[in-house]
């Protein structure tokens, strides 16, 4: 709708916290059905122009500047489709090139309430096709009386307090964006000198040892940032393995994302620093863990020289900044990788209307 005093652009919106993300949820009728304008909606939603969003409500850092858009499924076994953006607010960028499993949590309570799919009496599971990859995820949603529920004693690391459990799982992450769980043919990758693996499971990721980039794996998550030398190499291997992967412009795209790997210290498997591309993440992505955790299993990786001999069914636990991690891996019936399951929580923040202007930025990427 239109506001005729002002002559903004008003949309339904719900603003949803998924795991240790958050952002605006939208159903897919609600917004324009071509992508370019669609995402100069989106841009001027969340406040495209400035790193701090301010013109909008993205939240000032990549965790909070997410969008999902839910519809109707459009492929077969699924029950909705959940298209993916990560809005770059500071470069006016819409990017559908990844899905995010942390947003992903909140899509079945979301498609519930929004009527798209009937609840149950108890648990209500609700299969999602995620438009970004083409992949199905399983989510089981708690709905005792017919009614979603958020409060429960779930803890994720992260989010204070405690929530509802949602159970995700990837059903066949493998290939994600590439097709192939290895998109260079190889569990290792010799880029400058640095041993890297690149994998594609839910996410393509660059994994790559900590100390072979002269760090520990454990330090702050601010102290990368202001290491502009160690993101300037971070980001040439990233691009090199992007490449290498099959996206000949990834210094354009949040992908592959690259994830530094380190013994563990608290008896976990691994510890982790996941980069979204070009900050530390403050906890830790669900499908980089996916994918992190399948190459747990992969022969000759990074990862897996680091884990050693693993044995399904099992679970890989990764410390990250904000505590820990938990995916449990399960052989999957005629599948190239893994199922992964990984608890989460959500919540609906607020309901109601958001606008946009009527001259939206025009600077849009896609690379769906």
Do not use: W
Request: aromatic share 4%; hydrophobic share 45%.
């Amino acid at each position: 709708m239109t506001n005729s005093m002002n002559r903004q652009i008003g949309i339904p919106c719900v603003m949803m916290r998924g795991g240790t993300s958050r952002g605006p949820f939208f159903l897919a009728s609600d917004l324009p059905a071509l992508p370019a304008e669609r995402d100069a909606l989106l841009l001027s939603v969340m406040g495209a122009g400035n790193d701090l969003g301010i013109d909008g409500i993205g939240g000032g850092n990549p965790l909070t500047s997410k969008v999902a858009i839910v519809g109707p499924a459009t492929r077969a076994g699924a029950d909705v489709d959940y298209l993916f953006a990560q809005v770059r607010v500071q470069e006016g960028v819409v990017d559908t090139s990844p899905n995010c499993g942390n947003m992903l949590a909140a899509v079945g309570p979301f498609a519930i309430e929004s009527g798209l799919v009937p609840a149950a009496n108890g648990v209500t599971v609700v299969r999602i096709h995620n438009v970004n990859t083409g992949k199905l995820i399983e989510a089981r949603i708690q709905t005792p009386g017919g009614q979603v529920a958020y409060e429960g004693e779930a803890v994720i690391d992260g989010v204070p307090g405690t929530a509802a459990p949602i159970h995700l799982a990837f059903l066949d992450a493998a290939g994600a964006n590439t097709g192939r769980l290895l998109p260079t043919g190889s569990p290792v990758d010799l880029i400058d000198g640095i041993p890297v693996s690149c994998v594609d499971a839910a996410i393509p990721v660059m994994l790559v040892r900590a100390a072979d980039l002269s760090k520990t794996g454990y330090e702050p998550v601010d102290s990368f940032r202001s290491d502009r030398e160690f993101m300037a190499r971070l980001e040439a291997l990233r691009v090199e393995a992007g490449r290498r992967m099959g996206f000949p412009n990834a210094a354009g795209m949040v992908i592959p994302k690259p994830v530094l790997l380190a013994p563990p210290t608290r008896g976990s498997t691994l510890t982790v620093r996941y980069f979204m591309p070009h900050d530390c993440h403050r906890a830790m992505a669900i499908t980089g863990a996916v994918a992190t955790a399948t190459a747990c299993t992969i022969p000759e990786t990074v990862a897996a020289a680091l884990v050693g001999r693993f044995t399904m069914p099992g679970d890989i636990t990764f410390e990250h900044p904000a505590g820990r991690l938990t995916v449990r891996l399960e052989t999957g019936a005629g599948q190239s990788a893994p199922t992964a399951s990984i608890l989460r929580t959500a919540r609906r923040l607020f309901e109601g209307t958001v606008f946009a202007r009527p001259s939206t930025p025009s600077r849009t990427a896609l690379a769906a």
